[in-house]
């Protein structure tokens, strides 16, 4: 993988509402900053992140998911073209490729709502509420070419209480990933 030095010209990739793109929106607007998002792209053209990007005034493209490898190699053009150092998946309700992580060759960061390696993939709330877990949070880790295996770069945790609904649940999880996103960018450029 590529090393980086400086700002990295980073893309924001979402599929839905944009809450994670708001923090690290607002993180890359602060000095300490080792990012500029230069380009938001998602997978879904309703994305009220899109909105949130437009408004903005960051560079933003819905790329249509017809079929995997046309969406990946589309994606690879605009990474390229807008100089992209690094990408942030953010609520990307897309798996990307193995070979897609190999073509771009550059770090990818991903934000997932448990403590991995516990409840990869999706209702990982609703999992951690029928194990009756004490615990989950979030974890920021390296995307690598298996389904949220990469090295973990932070991750924190909440405690989960009887009374815990998947929604509550949700909601104090979002909370910390909104924290703990742009520390982990920092962690993970810390040595450059």
Known sequence: MEKLSGKKNTAVLISGRGSNLRSLVKYSKTKKSLIRIVLVVSNNFSAKGLDYANKSKINNVFIKDS???SFEDRLLKLLKKNNVDFICLAG????LSGSFVRKFNKPILNIHPSLLPKYK???THSRAIQNKDKYSGATVHIVNEKLDSGKI??????????????KSLEKKVLKIEH?????????LFASD
């Not at 990307?92 to 798996?95: R, T």
């Not at 770069?153 to 998947?166: D, G, N, P, R």
């Not at 924290?179 to 962690?187: D, E, G, L, S, V």
Request: proline share 3%; aromatic share 6%.
């Open 67 to 69: 079929n995997k490898k």
């Open 92 to 95: 990307f309700m897309k798996i």
């Open 121 to 123: 993939g999706l209702n």
């Open 153 to 166: 770069i932070l991750q924190k945790k909440v405690k989960i209480l009887k009374s815990e609904s998947v």
């Open 179 to 187: 924290k703990i996103y742009p520390k982990a960018i920092i962690k």
